[in-house]
């Protein structure tokens, strides 16, 4: 399925492996003032320098992996995933077991270049005096590991070592923040961190995970887009679901279902119900619609409002067929033009004899006359300039995108 990017001047970063390297050795070694202070790395070979970047990656990689997992764990109905189709049953676990074995590979991997990277007992010391920002980054990526590997303790030993060689470690404090017990104590650490670290990015980007995750949409994007583009690629796959939840938030608030119902993969008709409910007007004129997702979808059943065929009962279990565009643009045509009943037809008068304007919408689809008023109203888009893609199915953000419009086209 095709989905409309929103439209920014943010551009995700797309670095080829060397560039990833060179960048991220940059950040660790040497970056421009602007980035971070000269860490002071003289005790310590290029090599060694070159393998505290990959172990950083490694790591990067290991947290991608770890927070899919976590929300793939916490997911309800659907899971986000690509494309069209509903996942088969079981799907779910099989993805889990899937992923649970890639972070056990790379925390291994890690696990040893650690071990490589540990200076022999005889050197240790005079690699701390010479270099304690290098072993500092060393500690702090240590704890990283064993936070990843659910380890809290040995974390907690990491970021202590890690401060005590350099208090302005950008990878310690970004490390004190993933330890703090909430959002809100996350935000806190990541404040107080930002004006004594040696470099901002890392720490700005967690910031703007932290916001959101307090659904402060608008602050959050600010600080995505002011940090994204000057890191590494990892950082964009790690943070780019929930920089573009952020600009779905930007607008307002959402809240329970709503802000649930915000994601890439297809959605279901309870969350299209809950967007409808919690980020629009359009269901205030249908007694008892805010009292639930269940009660919106029985009342839009009893006005009509759904696809002939719909039982409201039926669509609202966790094992429905999510909403195809089609269907999404008839609800979202009748609740436009619910004061205007008369010309929920005007298209189909208007074309009758003649060739659709739209090729895969032809005239007498049940959609037809919703499709070409909401592609007119600027509601919806066609993602090819051409075609509708009627039967694909909208992602939680095409819905929200929609409702907001729709609810603009509504208003008198």
């Not at 974390?155 to 809100?184: I, K, V």
């Not at 329970?256 to 994601?263: D, K, M, P």
Request: hydrophobic share 50%; aromatic share 4%; proline share 8%.
């Amino acid at each position: 399925m095709t989905r409309a990017r929103p439209r920014s001047t943010f551009r995700r970063p797309a670095l080829a492996p060397a560039a990833v390297l060179l960048a991220l050795s940059a950040l660790l070694a040497s970056g421009c003032a602007s980035v971070q202070a000269p860490l002071r790395v003289e005790a310590v070979s290029a090599q060694a320098r070159a393998d505290l970047v990959e172990l950083e990656l490694e790591l990067l990689e290991a947290r991608i992996v770890a927070e899919r997992i976590e929300r793939l764990r916490g997911a309800t109905g659907i899971p986000a995933v690509s494309g069209a189709t509903v996942p088969a049953a079981g799907s779910d676990a099989a993805e889990l077991e899937r992923l649970n074995l890639e972070l056990a590979n790379l925390l291994d991997a890690s696990r040893r270049r650690l071990a490589a990277l540990e200076p022999k007992s005889g050197e240790a010391a005079a690699v701390r005096g010479a270099s304690p920002a290098w072993y500092g980054a060393l500690e702090a990526l240590r704890g990283e590991r064993a936070l990843l590997a659910a380890d809290r303790k040995t974390a907690e030993a990491a970021l202590q070592a890690a401060l005590a060689l350099a208090p302005d470690s950008e990878l310690a404090l970004l490390l004190r923040s993933r330890l703090a017990a909430d959002p809100e104590a996350r935000l806190v650490a990541l404040e107080k961190a930002l004006p004594i670290a040696d470099g901002a990015f890392r720490l700005e980007v967690e910031r703007g995970s932290a916001l959101l995750a307090l659904g402060r949409g608008a602050e959050a994007l600010a600080a995505f887009d002011s940090s994204l583009p000057f890191l590494p690629e990892p950082w964009a796959r790690l943070r780019m679901p929930e920089r573009d939840r952020a600009w779905a938030l930007r607008e307002g608030p959402a809240g329970g279902g709503a802000l649930a119902a915000l994601g890439d993969g297809p959605s279901t008709w309870p969350a299209f119900a809950a967007l409808l409910r919690e980020r629009s007007t359009l269901l205030d004129a249908f007694p008892g619609a805010e009292k639930s997702d269940a009660a919106a979808l029985d009342a839009l059943g009893k006005a009509g409002m759904l696809p002939s065929g719909l039982d409201p009962v039926a669509v609202r279990s966790a094992s429905a067929e999510p909403p195809t565009r089609a269907e999404a643009a008839f609800v979202l045509w009748r609740l436009v033009m619910r004061t205007r009943p008369e010309q929920l037809d005007r298209y189909s008068k208007r074309y009758a004899g003649r060739k659709s304007p739209i090729g895969d919408v032809p005239a007498g689809h049940p959609s037809f006359d919703a499709v070409l008023g909401l592609v007119e109203l600027e509601v919806v888009e066609l993602p090819d300039g051409r075609d509708f893609i009627p039967d694909a199915y909208p992602s939680g953000y095409d819905l929200d995108r929609w409702i907001r419009a729709a609810d603009k086209a509504a208003a008198p």
